[in-house]
């Protein structure tokens, strides 16, 4: 006997724009199915949650286009688990901040503003002259695979010297794709580890935060003194499942 889960098409905020000719997001879309219980003993699954990778191991389950999982941009990846939320459990989502219950609707969440123009197609790379010091770099949106080795490298100076984070410096050099035309890797840490000025970094991650596409995640709640300020919607395996 033969069973068939519905799937839906999925729109990604890049629009695909910054995929190379032949990616299997290169469309702008990707295709899902729905939660069964299968991925319901994945959210469950302590090993994963110990590990950090049940969101990961959640959303490759789902995912039915064919696409190396490390291959997505981490914007896309967002727009992804709100789409995997949406269609496993609606798009009535609470959460608690400040011990108040806080409502989102899910579904009228919308894609950042971007750009367009600023593409282009195929090219995940961009040129941004450093105000500060006057140097070149070109830079590129991080994905999927980026944040996981990312992550790795930070785990691994901890354990070399355990207040030795450098989160932000490690997240710079797998960004940056070269400075003043060379695309060594060693240039490219020798300069961030040492010569990269503080408020040229940051006008650097300003950029990178312009020409990002992704999900809009804040929304609007009630601060302890009455106003109205904005907040990120958490995410994490209660999410998918409260009881998780």
């Known amino acids: 006997m033969e069973f068939k889960i519905p799937t839906e098409t999925v729109e990604l905020p890049s629009k695909g724009l910054l995929y190379p000719e032949g990616h299997p997001l290169a469309a702008g879309t990707i295709e899902m199915k729905y939660m069964t219980a299968k991925e319901e003993d994945i959210l469950s699954n302590q090993n994963y949650i110990k590990k950090g990778t049940v969101i990961e191991k959640l959303l490759q389950s789902l995912i039915v286009t064919e696409v190396e999982f490390n291959s997505i941009l981490i914007g896309d990846i967002d727009a992804i688990m709100v789409a995997a939320r949406v269609l496993s459990y609606g798009k009535d989502y609470k959460f608690t901040y400040l011990g108040n219950t806080v409502e989102v609707n899910l579904a009228a969440l919308g894609n950042k503003e971007i750009d367009e123009n600023l593409y282009t197609r195929g090219e995940n790379e961009f040129t941004f002259k450093l105000p ?57 840490r020798k300069y961030v580890d040492g010569f990269m000025l503080a408020s040229d970094a940051r006008a650097l991650r300003e950029k990178y935060k312009r020409v990002s596409p992704g999900i809009d995640l804040s929304t609007e709640v009630e601060s302890l003194d009455g106003e109205q300020e904005v907040v990120d919607i958490p995410i994490g395996v209660t999410f998918f499942w409260p009881d998780a």
């Open 132 to 188: 500060k010091s006057g140097n070149e770099i070109t830079f590129r949106l991080l994905t999927q695979g980026d944040d996981k080795a990312i992550a790795r490298e930070i785990e691994g100076l901890k354990k070399i010297n355990k207040d030795n984070v450098a989160e932000v410096s490690t997240r710079l050099k797998y960004m940056i794709t070269s400075i003043n035309g060379s695309r060594d890797r060693a240039d490219v």
